[in-house]
Structures are given as C-alpha cells and as structure tokens.
C-alpha cells in the first residue's frame, strides 16, 4: 500500500503552479501506479505460468548449501542460548 500514497503524493505535485511540479506529479504518479499494477498483478501471473512449466520436476534434495551444516553446528553447540530443545527429533 505505500505505493498508493506515494502515488497521491506524486499526484499533489500536479497542483503546482509551475509547470515542471505539475508534469512531474503527474508523470510520477502513473508511474508508480503502473510499477504497483506490474508488482500485484503481472508478476504473480507471470511467476506462475514458469511454474506450470516447470512443475514435473522434482524438488532438490537438501544439500549442505541448504544450512543442515549450520543445524549441526548448533546442535552441538555448548551455548547457553542455544537450547537443545530447538534440535531435539
């Protein structure tokens, strides 16, 4: 939602008396009205149309890179802010 007040913010620009304040309001208003119509509505439709196209694949086994190496250091950890309840299987 903040980009709907920056919007009317940009939008108030469009009162001005000077001409570059007013086309700047208005230019900047459209905008950021377009960049949020892009961010809620065609990026999601997008993302999931490659997800359709992808989903026969199978999902990754986790790896070291996934942080299990940091779960076991943890584990192990003699820290008192670590409690070992948090790992317990």
Known sequence: MTSLTTAVGSWSFSTADVASLDALGIF??????????????????????????????????????HGSWLIQYLKNSDSPWVGKRWFSP
């Open 28 to 65: 900047a208003g459209i905008g950021v009205s377009v960049a949020q119509f892009y961010t809620l509505v065609l990026l999601p439709a997008l993302s999931s149309l490659a997800y359709a196209k992808h989903k026969h694949l199978e999902p990754a086994q986790p790896t070291m890179a």
